[in-house]
């Protein structure tokens, strides 16, 4: 495996800080290499961590609360708590939608399968960032 196939995508790495930089900032390949890097080795640091709790508890997947913890037990309090929010808006929300479209569909198990595919496939996208960032290795 390459160097470049274990970073995080560039374009995404510059797109990011020019959304935090003013508009009519320069950033130089120099700058985003070096913020590409950086994030890069912060997921895998994080994410190292949640997956020894994983491989210790005996599971395969690793999930939004692991990577809370992680962050915890790494001292990045800040980052943590970021992410204990947005797990619980995002559990609310889901939450919220299933009661929704039970109400809303007589035949409430399509709606829920529905559901549940689009958790599934929210998750998998997470998983997927997690995992590219730990074969080497939010706002």
């Known amino acids: ?9 560039i374009a995404n790495v510059g797109r990011l800080m020019k959304q935090i930089l003013p508009s009519n900032a320069k950033i130089s390949k120099e700058a985003k290499q070096t913020v590409q890097e950086c994030a890069t080795e912060f997921i895998s640091f994080v994410t190292c961590e949640a997956s020894d709790k994983c491989h210790r508890e005996n599971r395969k997947t690793v999930n ?3 990577i809370w913890w992680a962050l915890s037990t790494l001292g990045l309090d800040n980052y943590a ?4 929010r947005h797990l619980h808006k995002y559990r609310e929300a889901e939450r919220e939608r299933t009661e929704h479209n039970k109400g809303s569909n007589d035949s409430g198990n399509e709606k829920e399968a529905n559901t549940r595919s689009d958790v599934q496939n929210q998750s998998t996208k997470f998983i997927r960032v997690v995992e590219k960032g730990s074969s080497s290795s939010a706002r």
Request: charged share 45%.
């Open 81 to 84: 708590d970021a992410v204990g």
């Open 1 to 9: 495996m390459t160097d470049e196939d274990r970073l995080l995508p």
């Open 64 to 66: 939004g609360d692991d």
